[in-house]
C-alpha cells in the first residue's frame, strides 16, 4: 500500500477539568489512543455519538486543539514538532469546514473578505490575483462570482456552508476535514452540499475526514469508516464492511438504531451495554477490517 | 369526512395563521391547512425548516404569539372548536388533554424545580392528585418512560439528566394528566441516533399503554416511515400532500402508491440509500423565506416537473384515493382562467 497521507499514532487528548475545594482535578479523556490513516484522494467517515471524541480528534489533527501526546504526520511533516509559524504555514494543506453554516462566518465580514481572508494571511497574490482567484472559488462552489460584497445574513444555509468551502478551498489544500457539514442544513438542501463536496474531491484530488453521525449519508459518500464510542476507535473498515458486517458490538447497536425509510419494515433493535464497554486495542479481524473486539 | 363510528379527536380544518413581516405585510406561516388524527392514530407532520409545521402546533394550542395570529379555521378538539375558548378553558385542554413535548427539554423543564415536583405540580394543576399520593404517581410516571432509579431520579433536578433522559423527563411531564394527544415537535432531533431509537420505542409503548394520538412533527422521513400511520407533508406553509404512511412513501410512484407530489418525491430521493459511491439527489434551490413566495405553487420555482399552470395560481388539493390529497397540477385540472379562480 502507498504512503497514506495522514497517519495518526496513539493520539490522546485530556482535558482538566475544574475540581471542586477538596476534590483534585481529573483529567478526561476525550481521545484515548486513537490510530488510523488517511490515504490521499479517499474519505474517511468518522462516526460516533456526540461526546464520543470525532470531532475532538479532528480538531487535533488540525492542530486546532493541542493534543495530549501521540504521532501526527501529514505527508513527510511531523504535525506534532511543528512550531507556531511553521504550523501556520502547513495550515494551507489541511483545511477545516465547519458544522454551523450560521456561527462559522464572520457576520462583520463582506462574504469576498471571508474567502479572500487566508490568501492574505499567507501573503499569497497581488490584490488583483487574489479577487480573481475568489470569484473562481465562488464560482466552483455554485455561488454567484459577483456575490463577494454580501454580508453573511444575505444568504441561506446551504449557500453559507459553500462560502465556508470556498474559504476552506482558498489555499488549494490536499486534506479538509469535514466537521458535520451538512448536519445543520435543511434535508433538500444537505444534498447539494454533499454533492459539491463529492464533485470538488473528484476535479481537485482531495482527501477528506468527514465526522457526520447521519450514518446513511456515511455509507454513501465514505470509502473507509471509523466508529468511535468514548474517545476510542471500535471498529475501522471499508464503509460495506462497516454496513454489512460489522463486528464491534457498539457498531452493530449503532447500525440497528437506523429508522428503516420503508415503512412497516421494523428491523430488531440491537441494545448494547454501556457498562459492560470493554476498551480494548483494535486488530485485524478481516483485510482492511480493524475492530476492538 | 365519513361517518364512522372512529370520528377523529383532532380535526383542523383551513386553519391559516399569518405572522406579521417588517414592513408590515402579513405573511401566512401556515395557510389553508387540513388534517384530522382518529383516536389511536400517529399523524407525522413532515417539513422543513420554514414549512409551517412547528407553527401549526402552536395554533393547535393556541400558543401562536406575536407577531403571529391566527385569523381563520376552525380546530375541531374532541367535539369542540378550540378556537372559540376562551384563555381559561384552553388552559384546561392544553396539558390535561393535550400535551406536548418538544425537541429542547430544557425548554419545557424548569431548573429550580425537582422533576417530582414539576410533575406533582401538573398533577395538583388539574386535580389529580395531591400529597404524597402525587409524588407517588410522579414516580411511577418517572418508571413509565423507563427513567431508570425513579424515585431517586424524582428528587434530581433537569441539568443532572443527560439528553435522552431529560427527553424522557419531559415525556413523564406531558402525559402526567393522562392527555389523548400529545404533540411531538422534533422529540428526537437533538438527540444520538442510539438514543433516538431507544425514545422512538418508547413513543410507540406509551401510545399503546395511554391509548394516546400522537401528531409528530419532523423533518426525518425515517422517523415518520417508523412511527406513524398517515403522512401530511408541508411546504411554505401548506399540506402538498397527505395519506397513508405505506403510500405516501411506499416504494413506486404510481398513482396510488409513492410519493405524488414533485417534493415529496424530491425529499425522498435525497435521503442518502446507500449506495456508496454514487451522488445524492438533490432539489435544486432553496425554501423561499416567509412572504418571499410567488404566485402560484410555492415549490414552482424548484420544481422540475414545473408547466404554465404552476406559476399563476395556487393548485387545490385533490383527492387521489381514501385519505390521499395532493396539491399538484399533474394531479388536477389546471385551472380554465389562470389567476382568475382565487
Not at chain 1, 462560502?163 to 444534498?191: H, T, W
Not at chain 2, 425548516?49 to 395554533?59: D, E, H, I, Q, R
Not at chain 2, 400529597?131 to 428528587?155: Q, S, T
Not at chain 2, 446507500?274 to 445524492?280: A, E, H, N, Q, Y
Amino acid at each position: 500500500m502507498s504512503t497514506p497521507l495522514v497517519e495518526v499514532r496513539n493520539l490522546v487528548k485530556e482535558f482538566s477539568t475544574r475540581g471542586g475545594w477538596f476534590r483534585r482535578s481529573a483529567p478526561v479523556r476525550a481521545v484515548d489512543d486513537v490510530s488510523f490513516t488517511i490515504q490521499t484522494g479517499e474519505t474517511l467517515g468518522l462516526v460516533g455519538e456526540s461526546g464520543s471524541g470525532k470531532t475532538t480528534t479532528g480538531r487535533c489533527l488540525l492542530r486546532l486543539v493541542e493534543p495530549t501526546s501521540g504521532d501526527i504526520r501529514f505527508k513527510d511533516l511531523d504535525v506534532r514538532a511543528l512550531s507556531a509559524s511553521e504550523l501556520r504555514k502547513a495550515r494551507r494543506h489541511f483545511q477545516i469546514v465547519f458544522q454551523d453554516p450560521y456561527s462559522s462566518l464572520n457576520p462583520r465580514m463582506r462574504v469576498g473578505s471571508i474567502v479572500e481572508e487566508p490568501l492574505i494571511i499567507h501573503r499569497i497574490g497581488t490584490k488583483d490575483e487574489r479577487r480573481a482567484r475568489v470569484r473562481h472559488l465562488f464560482e466552483l462552489v455554485g455561488l454567484d462570482p459577483d456575490a463577494g460584497p454580501k454580508y453573511p445574513h444575505e444568504f441561506s444555509g446551504g449557500q453559507r456552508q459553500r462560502i465556508g468551502v470556498a474559504r476552506a478551498l482558498a489555499l488549494e489544500p490536499s486534506l479538509i476535514v469535514c466537521d458535520e457539514p451538512v448536519s445543520a442544513l435543511d434535508v433538500s438542501v444537505q444534498a447539494q452540499v454533499v454533492n459539491l463536496l463529492l464533485d470538488l474531491q473528484k476535479r481537485l484530488g482531495l482527501t477528506y475526514l468527514f465526522i457526520a453521525h447521519d450514518l446513511r449519508l456515511v455509507r454513501q459518500i465514505c470509502d473507509r469508516v471509523a466508529v468511535m464510542y468514548r474517545g476510542r476507535l471500535v471498529e475501522v473498515a471499508r464503509a460495506e464492511a462497516i454496513f454489512t458486517s460489522p463486528a464491534h458490538p457498539y457498531t452493530k447497536a449503532l447500525l440497528s438504531a437506523i429508522p428503516s425509510m420503508k415503512p412497516g419494515d421494523r428491523l430488531e433493535r440491537i441494545p448494547f451495554d454501556a457498562a459492560a464497554f470493554d476498551p480494548r486495542p483494535l486488530k485485524e479481524i478481516a483485510p482492511d477490517h480493524l475492530a476492538a473486539i | 369526512m365519513t361517518t364512522t363510528s372512529d370520528a377523529p379527536l383532532l380535526a383542523v380544518d383551513h386553519l391559516r395563521t399569518v405572522f406579521r413581516l417588517a414592513d408590515g405585510r402579513d405573511a401566512a406561516a401556515v395557510d389553508d391547512v387540513s388534517f384530522h388524527i382518529r383516536k389511536g392514530e400517529t399523524l407525522g407532520l413532515v417539513g422543513e425548516s420554514g414549512s409551517g409545521k412547528s407553527v401549526t402546533a402552536l395554533s393547535i394550542i393556541r400558543l401562536v404569539q406575536p407577531p403571529g395570529r391566527i385569523t381563520g379555521g376552525r380546530l375541531l378538539f374532541d367535539g369542540r372548536d378550540l378556537m372559540t375558548l376562551g384563555e381559561e378553558d384552553m388552559r384546561r385542554v392544553r396539558g390535561r388533554r393535550i400535551g406536548f413535548v418538544f425537541q429542547e427539554p430544557m425548554v419545557a423543564l424548569n431548573p429550580v424545580y425537582t422533576l417530582g415536583s414539576q410533575i406533582t405540580e401538573t398533577l395538583m394543576v388539574h386535580d389529580l392528585a395531591r400529597g404524597a399520593a402525587g409524588m407517588k404517581r410522579a414516580v411511577e410516571l418517572l418508571e413509565a418512560v423507563r427513567i431508570p432509579d425513579p424515585a431517586r431520579r424524582a428528587r434530581e433536578y433537569p441539568h443532572q439528566l443527560s439528553g435522552g433522559l431529560r427527553q424522557r423527563a419531559m415525556l413523564a411531564l406531558a402525559l402526567a394528566a393522562e392527555p389523548s394527544l400529545l404533540i411531538a415537535d422534533e422529540p428526537t432531533t437533538a438527540l444520538d441516533v442510539t438514543v433516538q431509537a431507544e425514545v422512538l420505542d418508547l413513543l410507540r409503548d406509551l401510545r399503546k399503554m395511554f391509548g394516546l394520538s400522537l401528531l409528530l412533527i419532523t423533518h426525518d422521513l425515517g422517523v415518520v416511515a417508523e412511527m406513524a400511520d398517515r403522512v401530511a407533508v408541508m411546504y411554505c406553509g401548506r399540506i402538498v400532500e397527505q395519506g397513508p404512511v405505506a403510500e405516501v412513501l411506499g416504494g413506486s410512484t404510481s398513482l396510488t402508491t409513492g410519493p405524488a407530489h414533485p417534493y415529496t418525491r424530491g425529499l425522498l430521493a435525497s435521503v442518502p440509500d446507500g449506495r456508496s459511491g454514487t451522488r445524492l439527489v438533490a432539489i435544486p434551490g432553496t425554501v423561499p423565506a416567509l412572504g418571499r413566495v410567488g404566485a402560484g405553487c410555492a415549490f414552482a420555482p424548484r420544481c422540475g416537473d414545473r408547466f404554465d399552470p404552476c406559476t399563476t395560481a395556487v393548485p387545490d388539493l385533490t383527492p387521489l384515493g381514501p385519505g390521499r390529497d395532493v396539491r399538484c397540477y399533474l394531479h388536477s385540472p389546471a385551472p380554465t382562467n389562470p389567476g382568475g379562480g382565487r
